[in-house]
């Protein structure tokens, strides 16, 4: 009897994940204000337990989610305690995959918004990875032909010549990313919660790639495409 006492009391003092930020976690909690709660910091949804970028993600998911599914995400917080890298290629990376998953579902409006990003995040990633500047990584060739129109806009805008280059780490990339998450959350789909739960899944899966002292696969064979403009 004093076993379960003990459990529901457990319980009912664990926070409940919900929207937005919280006083403390009486009030609730977000997904990383939960991962601060674990990690034994400071109540917060910026702890230092995690990668800034992923964090961005998990806030930005944690919102998009509707109430009915949010507490799906609660298994994947212990997953993102001590989670960091100084690798550079994490922003790119992540941005990536985020948008691979995106493109095909959000509106057209949105569309041409991310094929610029996805081409930009992937000429950064090509000047750190060493490859050809204009060459793609199949996902990302994918995920282009399958909006044609905004893939052919990305092209046009991003052959212009344009004055430097927002940062990318601290801009470029969570701004991306939570215009696909936002796109993903109010897509004409079935169940958009099923695919923010991918994005945020694969997001922790690229850091947990990165993460110091862990062999990384090696990368997939890039893809030369055309940058010309074609009607």
Known sequence: ????????????????????KHRNPRKGACFMEFASYLAGEPWSDHPSCTHPLLAAVARDVNDCTTDANRNRLAPLIPSVIGLTTDDPRLSARVTTRTLWIALPVVSQERQHILAVALLVSEQVLAELEGRPA???????????????????????????PHRGRPDYAKRTAPRAIACAVEGIAQACIPNPDNLLYDVLAAAIAECEALRPGRH???????????TSVRG
């Open 1 to 20: 009897m004093n076993n379960l006492k003990n459990t529901v009391n457990l319980d009912l003092a664990m926070p409940i994940l919900s929207r937005g």
């Open 216 to 226: 990384a696969a090696s990368p997939a064979q890039p893809v030369e495409v055309d």
């Open 134 to 160: 204009h060459s793609l990584r199949p996902e990302s060739a994918s995920a282009l032909a399958q909006v044609p129109a905004a893939a052919r806009w990305a092209r046009s805008f991003t052959a212009r």
